[in-house]
């Protein structure tokens, strides 16, 4: 028996050496591990750093006016800026996925004030909602201003048994879209 219990705690001995090595290496593989995270957190900040004083150095730079200037208006005539204006409209539409259904342009104001110098498209579409975003996005966004100033959405009914994936998916929307933009005033 008593070479059993010197079996017995020989064994056990060396289990508690061998679990105080693991759990040593195991910490030191830790407090690495944290070390490397902060050195690279450190070289990070130091090249944020860098940046910052290179940019800080270099001269601000001044964009010439002319560079920067954006034509708000459509041409000098109601008839040309319609006419732009509803190539835009159309355009937009179809670059974005949709399907015109109706296109027009508004008869002019005769008017001295500045809603003489009104031009107004309408416009009805089918489009998706990604579609319609897009539409809205670039009709806004880009230069001759346009704004629209009615917009009306309502879903489509499904046609057919709906064998595509994207017919069930994306539903179609009709859009009624009244847009207006404003031509330049003619030199006298």
């Given at each position: ?13 060396v289990?508690?050496v061998l ?19 902060r050195e ?8 944020q ?11 601000p730079?001044?964009?010439s006016?002319q560079?920067?200037t ?18 835009r ?26 809603s ?10 089918e ?56 031509f ?5």
């Amino acid at each position: 028996m008593k070479a059993f219990l010197e079996k017995y705690h020989a064994t056990a001995a060396v289990s508690f050496v061998l679990l105080f090595i693991i759990a040593l290496v195991t910490t030191i593989l830790f407090t690495w591990s944290i070390i490397e995270a902060r050195e690279a957190e450190i070289q990070a900040r130091e090249t944020q750093l860098e940046t910052l004083k290179r940019r800080a150095a270099q001269p601000p730079q001044v964009s010439s006016p002319q560079a920067r200037t954006v034509e708000p208006f459509f041409a000098d005539s109601f008839a040309l800026a319609a006419n732009e204006l509803q190539q835009r409209v159309v355009g937009v539409i179809e670059n974005a996925g949709g399907n015109l259904v109706t296109v027009g342009v508004d008869p002019p104001v005769t008017a001295d004030d500045e809603s003489g110098r009104r031009v107004v498209v309408q416009a009805v579409a089918e489009l998706s909602n990604n579609s319609l975003q897009e539409l809205l996005y670039h009709l806004e966004s880009e230069a001759p201003f346009v704004f629209v100033e009615n917009l009306l959405v309502n879903r489509l009914a499904q046609r057919g048994s709906g064998d595509t994936e994207e017919a069930q998916v994306l539903p179609r929307l009709s859009v009624d879209l009244r847009a207006a933009g404003y031509f330049k005033r003619a030199a006298p």
